[in-house]
């Protein structure tokens, strides 16, 4: 089935302004996300959070899409009505239904260029295939937890994934990574279309037509807090040796926080695993100072 | 005249996480800041702030300190109340005037160990000179608007400044850049430890005995804003080059700007200037996009 209407979200995250400024410009120069085989429309989700220069007014955007709160007429921040609106514009059921989301973000972690994958269904992968091998240095980043505890925006249609970019600080505009994520975007906008070519020069299912593929992701494993004592208060940082060491190994033993008190707490796992994630400044808040993943190749 | 009292002061930005452990850790251990020859105290300076993760509630903190605004009754904000408390405690008709008052920043700049002096009083050259000696890293950041243009909170004191540090985000507490700003608060107390030493000793004036110094600083001669239009949205991101590039020369001609156009605005002044500041987050809303400064040895 051919992708017919593709929508670029920004400012899910009111402060991501990578994101913001990217579909300010789409917005202001339509031609260069401009495919012939689909439509391609954008949307600024959160305004309001973006005005304030915050990541959300009331509650964060990108929990807002569990189906049971998309219908569920009592809830009334600002944000989950926004997330109502976004799905009665552009859900399965909407007023314009769109097959491929792609929502832009960015961290303070050193996530480089990171397509995040909350779903595998076949298509996903291909494309997340495509865009790495377009640009190596591009990490998959996989969680199978359920919808109910993956609410994200991309998951209003059946195709979607998040860019996320990093590091860069809340509230700043850091050229350099505007420009990786708009290649990145530009380069997925080109797989949609040669996807969709394919699939009408074939008369056939692109599915049954490809071979296999293989793709490495790093696979969510888990999440760890900070050390807090018993009012929550952190008591320790990232430790100088992690910090900024995103998808870089860590072994049992290895150095994870450093306390005030100038004690250095080690990882306490059996096994090796890839942080990511690591310091992000909206999850201290979550009960977040990292999560962990394993590297795994899926074949598909 | 000795130093009999220091204000070390966090958090006078509730997001600028730095400085807000640093004075957690030294409420926890405070026989670190402790010398023998003077009193150490600390201040969170605006814990409302801190708590709500954001840079400040109804205003910056750090503009609240002319004169007038602290006699003034009738302005009610968090911050002009926050600032009228901090006087009246540490101010010098306060219940326990400070001499020297060291207040601690951090910027998404890349600042690396900035000092800045809002007063070039002769302590304040001394001190930043022995500063750069522990240290040569540490730049020397000085501005001399007037109180009016710079109500900062170091100004309660006769002598005072401000460490900035950087890059980091707002809302990340980074375990290298707080370890450097502990040394440089060391190396601050133990040089108004060893001051008041000499000066007890010589049972004189110390101004008297010592030679003539010279300290190379950073003199702000300017601000420059992002290209904007009539609605005052941003039209160009600072230029990749020009990123992260603090206290590096800038030339006429230089890249400055890239426009969502993807063009490119060059300096247009006349001299090599140094941009400090580049891309600080908190700086968007207040027009700036970089400070500009020349070179200057002051002689003392």
Redesign the interface.
Known sequence: MAIKHVLLVGGTHGNELTGV?LI??FE??PEIVRRSSFKTSTLLANPQAFQL?KRYVDADLNRQFRPQDLADPTLSSYEAQRAKAIYQQFGPKGAQPVDLTIDLHSS?ANMGLTIILASSVIFNLMLAARLVSVNPDIKILYSDLSIDDNPYLDSISKFGCKIEVG??????????L??QSAALVYAALDYVESYNQELSSNQSNFDQQRGTDSLLVYHRVGIIDYPRDEQG??QA????RL?FQDYQPLQPGDPMF?T??GETIAYQGDSTVYPVFI?E??Y??KGIAMCLTEKRLLNF
Request: glycine share 6%.
């Open positions: 400024y300010k410009q202001q120069f220069g303070t590091a860069v600080a809340q509230g700043v505009l850091d050229a350099a505007f420009q208060e952190i940082m990232i430790h100088p910090q450093l005030f008190a310091n400044a909206a201290y808040e």
